[in-house]
């Protein structure tokens, strides 16, 4: 009997030492074996009872052996299994072909504010921003359109609940801010974010762009701002664009124009884009009213100024013959890859 449980415990610590695992699966098949609450090695222990005394000590060795070699091979197994998936890790197959990196492109209204910004620069306009979220006083009173004055209804807006705050509804704004914070002179350009609340379709949407300049100083006069006008038409849409001012009216300015620019599509034979009228309207303007002026602290009798403002996303869908607006906030990349080549 001894000699039958000294053998059963020797092959049993020569399966332990044996033992291979593939992966994750064996290798607890072996913990549950040999290690687990219900494994083989325990019932060995209480065999030690039917052991001739004069070598229980011997047999209680073995099995104390038994157990210590399961919880080493376990490490082992377990090592083993973690360094044949670090190797995998570290191998790169370099057979494998390059995926190329898909770049992003800019903004098609990030370019076009871009280009109009610069052309702006370039004759000595700085570049002002102001918050998008404003209080009436910017938006509208200031810019003399007095609480419940029916011009308030060409620019509608999202307004925070019985409070004073709303969206802008133009970068005017800014340019109070910077009139009532300086002394004139000032030529600055006003570029942003904007917000109307109209029904979205192909031609308008509840949030577009503009750029807007401002421009006060002693003297300034309608012809200063025509050639100003002119001077970025030509930049714009390309040298002998023509320019014609329509009367118009905004609050903030008196007089006040609307610009058109001659046909860039069909050099004025008429086509689609122009209805076929030759010109198409590009943006508002006006020599600034002088109740802004005294809104903002500046003394009208002593400082003249003009005005303009022209939405981005309307130069953008002329320029690049875009019929929809809602494109450019829909980002989708098949719409925005086509502007990749525009510098
Ligand atoms: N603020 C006007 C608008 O958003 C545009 C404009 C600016 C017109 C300056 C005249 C002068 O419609």
């Given at each position: 009997m001894t000699e039958q449980l000294f053998k059963q415990a020797k092959d049993k610590l020569q399966e332990i030492k044996d033992y291979l695992v593939a992966n994750n699966a064996e290798l607890e098949q072996f913990r549950i074996a040999f290690?687990?609450?219900?494994?083989?090695?325990?019932?060995l222990f209480s065999?030690?009872?039917?052991?001739d005394n004069a070598r229980k000590k011997e047999y209680g060795q073995l099995v104390n052996e038994l157990k210590q070699t399961a919880e080493e091979r376990f490490e082992q197994l377990k090592g083993g299994l973690t360094s044949a998936a670090t190797e995998h890790v570290e191998k790169p197959d370099l057979t494998r072909s390059v995926n190329a990196n898909n770049i992003g492109t800019r903004h098609p209204l990030s370019l076009v504010q871009e280009q109009i910004c610069d052309i702006f620069k370039r004759i000595g306009f700085t570049i002002s921003e102001g918050p998008q979220i404003e209080n009436d006083f910017h938006n509208f009173t200031a810019l003399?359109?007095?609480?419940?004055?029916?011009?308030r209804d060409m620019q509608d807006t999202f307004f925070i609940s019985e409070s004073e705050i709303a969206l802008r509804t133009h970068t005017s704004s800014v340019q109070i801010r910077v009139m009532e914070n300086s002394e004139p002179p000032f030529r600055t350009i006003s570029p942003g974010r904007v917000f109307r609340n109209e029904t979205i379709s192909a031609r308008a949407h509840c949030q577009f762009h503009q750029v807007e300049g401002l421009y006060v100083d002693k003297n300034v006069s309608l012809a200063d701002l025509k050639q100003t006008l002119f001077f970025f038409a030509n930049e714009m849409f390309g040298q002998g664009t023509k320019i014609r001012l329509r009367p118009s009216y905004f609050p903030f300015t008196e007089i006040s124009a609307e610009m058109d620019i001659s046909c860039f599509v069909c050099d004025q034979k008429g086509c689609n884009i122009c209805k076929k009228t030759g010109w198409v309207e590009i943006l508002g303007c006006g020599m600034v009213d002088p109740n802004v002026l005294n809104n903002c602290g500046i003394d009208s009798e002593k400082y003249t100024g003009f005005a303009f403002g022209m939405g981005v996303e309307r130069i953008a869908m002329l320029k690049y013959k875009v019929n929809d607006i809602r494109l450019f906030f829909e980002n989708d990349v098949r719409f925005l890859q086509q502007f990749a080549s525009v510098v």
């Open positions: 290690l687990g609450t219900k494994n083989t090695i325990r019932p065999e030690i009872r039917n052991i003399n359109f007095p609480p419940h004055h029916p011009a």
